[in-house]
């Protein structure tokens, strides 16, 4: 994050403004409009200012900065067509510890003003921090269409119960759930048309009615392989809705970012190897969160019923008597092997996809080598790296062709994915420090791969500077 984001409460507070033409008219206006007392200082001053002045509207603070003019604001905007004056004044402020906004110029401001859209008392701000004011507006443009023009009635009248609420339900969940509640109800729809008075009775009526929740749900949430639009909306939606989130060491910091903000986040999971939270207390977990009535997510890698042990945790949710839902999600069998431009099946190369766990037990019986190894065929391997010289000896002393195509396909889909090919009697090199989490895939449709590949075909990596977004 470039700049940490606040809403400033200007009403009554003093501002100094240097400048009096047409830039520092739209900045006067803005300041105006939030209740601030504007000082401002020009040796010129535009028609509009001259009136602003006349009315009082303004304050006059002469015809020349000095950083005296500093000690009673609380921020400062430079706005002269002056470019060394400006500098002027934002040395001066950043002397004084004051904020400043030096018009077009990201290098000399310490605060700037993000695109808005203002449905009082909803207000959305958006912000390139500096690098792309004009994509930020642009997008301020989509969300605009989005938001309904009553909304910031439907928060104004809110607003004026938010105490009686908080009288009545005094635990945090639960008047979220209220609120929740409410604004999916006709409550909003009342707003819409200006019927104030029977929104106002609904909001009664489901305050009366309210029901504190005795058990809470869990959701299993397939958070697929890494990208984060590969999410279902249904996954996101319950990950927009949860008050706690349990998830593994396999879902990304991008994924995790659209959790809700406010959501308890605990990581109970290790990458393998290391030492795992024991399964037996992610069970009790979940079941302690349900029963103080939480919406507990369980936010797994890919899909969680496959390699997952979903269906271990749902079975202590049926014997603990606990709701739960599941929303599946992009196994890295389909997600890792899409974005290697590796396709499962083929007409000419494989009618059939196994997925298997590489967790083998190490007992040739149990794994019906000889089924494995048949041709025509693609073997999806999971959590197979450290077993990739077992599999492709077995696979290969039971029939395979040596010369099968492979891949070994890391961090499938996310943006630093890398994929290594090459024949099955090569597999446990290909494998050997591959980075994880990987997958390996045998098949001859790993061959086309060669034609098909897609996701980052020309990659350079981006160079980011986040020094110089300004
Ligand atoms: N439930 C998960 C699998 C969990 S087992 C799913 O449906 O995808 C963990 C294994 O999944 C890893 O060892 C690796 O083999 C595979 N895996 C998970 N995410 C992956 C990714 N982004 N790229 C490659 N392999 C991945």
């Not at 309904?148 to 009545?168: C, E, N």
């Amino acid at each position: 994050m470039s700049h940490y984001p606040l809403f400033a409460n200007l009403n009554q507070r003093a501002v100094l403004l240097v400048g009096g033409g047409h830039v520092a008219e739209r900045k006067a206006e803005a300041l105006l409009k939030a209740g601030a007392i504007v000082y401002a200082v020009s040796g010129q001053w535009s028609a509009r200012f001259k009136n602003w002045l006349d009315e009082g509207l303004i304050q006059n603070a002469g015809n020349t900065f000095a950083s005296h003019l500093l000690d009673t604001v609380f921020l400062v905007v430079a706005a002269t067509d002056d470019a060394t004056l400006n500098t002027e004044v934002f040395q001066a402020a950043e002397a004084a510890g004051k904020f400043c906004n030096s018009v077009d110029n990201p290098a000399q401001c310490s605060f700037i003003v993000p695109a808005i859209i203002d449905r009082h008392p909803i207000q959305v701000a958006i912000s390139s921090g500096g690098a792309a004011p004009v994509l930020a507006r642009l997008w301020r443009q989509k969300i605009e269409t989005l938001l309904p023009q009553h909304i910031g009635k439907t928060a104004a009248l809110a607003g004026r119960f938010r105490a009686v609420v908080k009288q009545k339900l005094h635990n945090l969940t639960e008047r979220r759930r209220f609120w929740e509640r409410l604004f999916a109800s006709d409550f909003d729809s009342h707003v819409a048309r200006g019927d104030h008075r029977a929104a106002e009775t609904v909001l009664h009526q489901q305050l009366q009615q309210h029901q504190p929740l005795k058990q809470g749900e869990v959701t299993l949430v397939g958070a697929g392989p890494g990208d984060a639009g590969l999410l279902t909306l249904n996954a996101l939606q319950a990950m927009q809705a949860a008050d706690v989130v349990l998830y593994d060491a396999l879902v990304s910091a991008e994924i995790l970012e659209l959790v809700r903000r406010d959501a308890e986040k605990i990581n109970v999971g290790k990458r393998a190897g290391a030492h795992q939270t024991q399964q037996e207390e992610i069970n009790r977990l979940l079941v302690n969160y349900a029963r103080q009535g939480k919406r507990v997510v369980r936010l797994k890698g890919g899909d969680p019923f496959v390699f997952g042990r979903g269906a271990e945790e749902c079975q202590e949710l049926v014997k603990a008597g606990i709701p739960f839902r599941i929303v599946p999600g992009v196994t890295a069998g389909l997600g890792a092997t899409a974005y290697a431009g590796i396709p499962l099946t083929h007409r000419d190369y494989a009618q059939t996809a196994l997925f298997i766990t590489g967790h083998l037990r190490l007992d040739a019986d149990d794994m019906q080598w000889h089924t494995l190894a048949r041709g025509h065929q693609t073997l999806v391997i999971y959590m197979g790296t450290i077993k990739a010289e077992y599999i492709s000896k077995e696979l290969i002393a039971h029939g395979r062709a040596a010369n099968t195509p492979v891949a070994v396909v890391s961090q499938g889909t996310m943006a630093n994915q890398s994929v290594r090919t090459g024949q099955l009697s090569d597999l446990p090199s290909l494998a050997a420090d591959a980075p994880t989490p990987a997958l390996m895939i045998i098949g001859e449709v790993v061959k086309l791969r060669e034609e098909l590949s897609w996701f980052q075909k020309n990659n350079t990596p981006a160079i980011i500077n986040t020094k110089t977004a300004a």
